[in-house]
């Protein structure tokens, strides 16, 4: 499974992003997706989660209520829409695909997960 991320840019203060996961040809519907980031400096953490089969989603506390993962009715894209976005948000952001089934206190490991895409920049100016 190849996971494209796409839709990161440059925004200010207060704006709002939707970032994209995609893999070409393939159902994200039979796995379990997460956002990561990486600033530099610092460790990857874990965004947000949307769990295969039933769709449960979990959050960072940094960004519950800022921001919402989504699958698209088709099932091959995974969105994670950003809003109210402050500096503490730039980092490049990675999707990444799993078949397991995490709980609150797994979604957030980067070893649950056996695909991950590329990353893309996401840079909030203050």
């Known amino acids: 499974v190849q996971l494209q991320a796409s839709g990161g840019g440059l925004v200010q203060t207060g704006g709002s992003l939707r970032l994209s996961c995609a893999a070409s040809?393939?159902?994200?519907?039979?796995?379990?997706i997460t956002w990561f980031r990486q600033a530099p400096g610092k460790e990857r953490e874990g965004v947000s989660c949307i769990r295969r089969s039933d769709g449960r989603t979990y959050y960072a506390g940094s960004v519950r209520g800022r921001f919402t993962i989504s699958r698209d009715n088709a099932r091959y894209t995974v969105s994670l829409h950003m809003t109210n976005l402050g500096p503490e948000d730039t980092a490049v952001y990675y999707c990444?695909?799993?078949?397991?089934?995490?709980?609150?206190?797994?979604?957030?490991?980067?070893?649950?997960?056996?695909?991950w895409g590329q990353g893309t920049q996401v840079t909030v100016s203050s």
């Open positions: 990444a695909a799993g078949v397991v089934r995490p709980i609150q206190s797994s979604w957030a490991s980067t070893g649950a997960y056996d695909y």
């Open positions: 040809g393939v159902s994200l519907d039979y796995y379990t």
